[in-house]
């Protein structure tokens, strides 16, 4: 009986570390950037001035900053500023504990105070972004 039970074992070992090295090499392939599979693509030179991103409709000039900010495209996210995200937590906490029994509200709000206390003390505006900032008032 102990015959069958080993070579099961064996067959079993074997298959494992088949399974494995296929594992590893997958893993290599990906590790190396030079897989043919996953290489960057270089895309060919083309000029970028000859169709402008922004067109300025106005008839006010653009600054180089202004222009620079617009190029990051519409999908670029400028951070807001902490103070006004902070106001806007506590008045969704403030209606959220509005909802719940009149028990449980002086506690919640006594914990979303701390969070909120924590939060504040924590978060400072990227610089960067609080000149971004004002770069899109003008």
């Known amino acids: 009986m102990s015959a069958p039970t080993f070579i099961l074992e064996e067959v079993h070992n074997f298959i494992m570390e088949e399974k494995y090295k296929t594992v590893y090499s997958k893993i290599s392939n990906l590790e190396s950037r030079t897989h043919p599979?996953?290489?960057?693509?270089?895309?060919?030179?083309t000029n970028k001035e000859c169709?402008?991103?922004?067109?300025?409709?106005?008839?006010?000039?653009?600054?180089?900053?202004?222009v620079k900010l617009l190029n990051l495209g519409p999908q670029y996210a400028i951070e807001i500023n902490?103070?006004?995200c902070i106001n806007n937590i506590i008045i969704e906490t403030e209606n959220a504990t509005r909802c719940m029994e009149?028990?449980?509200?002086?506690?919640?709000?006594f914990q979303a105070k701390k969070l909120i206390k924590r939060i504040s003390e924590k978060r400072k505006q990227n610089p960067l972004h609080s000149h971004q900032q004002s770069v899109?008032?003008?």
């Open 136 to 138: 899109i008032k003008t």
């Open 51 to 66: 169709q402008p991103r922004i067109i300025n409709v106005t008839n006010k000039q653009l600054t180089v900053e202004q």
């Open 37 to 45: 599979r996953y290489g960057i693509c270089e895309q060919p030179n």
């Open 102 to 109: 009149t028990k449980w509200q002086n506690i919640n709000r």
């Open 82 to 84: 902490p103070k006004k």
